[in-house]
């Protein structure tokens, strides 16, 4: 393990973290708040902190999967440890704990917070937490490399480490070629949804904020009662539009817009699933909403849509308090958070691809069992998927509703409900947000313990590295010996 070279590659990462804290800072300095200093000074330690390395750690063209993996993790952990610097420093709700826990929320667009009152923060620091969904929603280093395209070789295994197995497996290009895409759609949508949100009436800061929490799936809003704020059916309808598509792998979107042609959603059967279970799960919450709480059909038709789909995407905006909905309709919230979106999105959670693979699994399971000798093999749009693929699946299925049975019980240890642990454990595992109860959608997490917080910063970072990443990085003995790539 050559520890030079992932300090030269990590630090990395922070030119593009100072370059927002800078514009944080520029906000505050125009309204002359009390965050100035602390963005301003964050800012100036990340560049001073880049500065060395650079000129005096050599240029290395071949890392190690080992190394590559290393700065994956260790670019996340930092930017999380510099994020929450500002928070710390402004002080007033920001304790370390919650300053850690509001930071990791951010970059791994979780956007659970323990802010009571979001409007009382001064608008340069409601931007930077805002900004930490943007660069986290697109990947720090995936990001880093989009910018700074000299890295040659070593850009592969970065981007082997950062991207899921599944996005990988679908890019079918090389690093670069592929974070353009990733980059550009990403840009792209952005900008789309801020002169949208514009125009349906939204001021600039809440156009922009708002559009950096929906494209990153994240959900951070720089409003006490979220989108519901604005009372709008006409942004509430933008931003609906704009999570489903950040629910999308960026390669479908990115061939469809190039090939000025959908069809191309239709063809892929995970797009197709994903879909499906949106609009099924939003009528089912209609129709169980209507029945229940006394909500027209077109009232509980707009709850439904936004909220599910906001869980749906892991974005978690609310647009009404779901804490507060009947259980079935709190069931689904909770399935839905558990799966989220697709693979080669923002979204997090299990992922679409893989409840596909795993009832395609299970089908073949089954008709083996009524045909014992015949060769059964998993089909998906057509191709041939390899049993190791398949069970990789299943496998990070398990593992990961282990993980959440697993923080369910420490955060309950701490003397958190059981309901509110079980759905805090799968939103932060999910980089969902919202759970149930007193963290629920108009809710927020400074009602519990310190030790769950740290619980639950520790589950965001698991679910937005896809788990294996970060149990090899804590694995002492997976860094003994180090292979070149």
Not at 139 to 154: A, C, D, E, N, R
Not at 233 to 261: D, P, Q
Request: proline residues 3%.
């Amino acid at each position: 393990m050559r520890f030079y070279v992932v300090l030269r590659y990590t630090v990395l990462t922070f030119p593009i973290l100072a370059l927002f804290l800078i514009l944080s800072g520029g906000i505050s300095w125009w309204e002359q708040t009390a965050d100035t200093g602390p963005l301003f000074f964050t800012a100036s330690l990340a560049l001073l902190l880049t500065v060395f390395p650079m000129l005096f750690v050599p240029k290395v063209m071949n890392i190690s999967n080992k190394e590559g993996l290393m700065i994956v993790v260790l670019s996340w952990l930092s930017a999380c440890v510099f994020g929450a610097i500002p928070y710390i420093m402004y002080g007033g709700p920001f304790t370390l704990t919650n300053a850690f826990f509001e930071s990791v929320s951010g970059f791994t667009t979780t956007g659970s917070t323990i802010l009571s009152d979001i409007e009382a923060l001064p608008h340069g620091l409601l931007f930077w937490r805002s900004a930490t969904h943007w660069i986290g929603g697109v990947g720090i280093v995936i990001f880093t490399l989009s910018l700074l395209p000299f890295l040659g070789y070593s850009e592969v295994i970065l981007f082997r480490s950062e991207i899921s197995h599944l996005a990988r497996q679908d890019f079918q290009m090389r690093a670069r070629k592929a974070t353009q895409i990733l980059v550009s759609v990403y840009f792209g949508l952005t900008l789309f949804e801020i002169v949208f949100l514009m125009i349906a009436g939204m001021g600039v800061f809440d156009a922009v904020t708002h559009s950096f929490g929906t494209i990153a799936t994240g959900g951070f809003s720089p409003r006490n009662m979220s989108v519901g704020t604005f009372h709008s059916i006409w942004i509430e309808a933008i931003i609906i539009v704009f999570m489903i598509l950040s629910g999308i792998h960026f390669a479908v979107m990115y061939a469809s817009i190039t090939g000025r042609s959908f069809k191309i959603w239709m063809r892929s059967s995970v797009v197709r699933l994903y879909l499906f279970m949106i609009l099924f799960g939003t009528i089912l919450t209609t129709l169980n909403l209507t029945q229940h709480t006394g909500l027209s059909l077109g009232s509980a038709f707009r709850q439904a849509s936004f909220n599910l789909i906001s869980v749906a995407t892991s974005t978690g905006f609310a647009s009404a308090d779901t804490s507060v909905w009947p259980a079935f309709s709190k069931l689904l919230l909770l399935y839905f958070a558990l799966q989220c979106a697709s693979a080669g999105s923002t979204s997090g959670g299990i992922k679409v691809d893989r409840v596909l693979l795993m009832l395609k699994a299970i089908t073949r399971r089954m008709r083996q069992i009524m045909r014992p000798r015949a060769l059964i093999s998993i089909k998906v749009d057509g191709n041939v998927v390899d049993d190791h693929f398949a069970n990789n699946a299943v496998l990070y299925i398990v593992v990961y509703i282990l993980i959440v049975l697993g923080g369910t019980a420490m955060l309950s240890f701490s003397g958190v409900n059981l309901e509110e642990a079980f759905s805090g454990s799968v939103a932060a595992m999910g980089n969902v947000g919202p759970g149930l109860g007193r963290i629920g959608s108009l809710g927020n997490y400074s009602v519990l313990p310190e030790l769950s917080k740290w619980v639950l910063a520790g589950l965001m970072m698991l679910g937005r590295l896809e788990i294996f990443a970060l149990l090899v990085f804590l694995t002492p003995h997976q860094w003994r010996q180090s292979k070149a790539y």
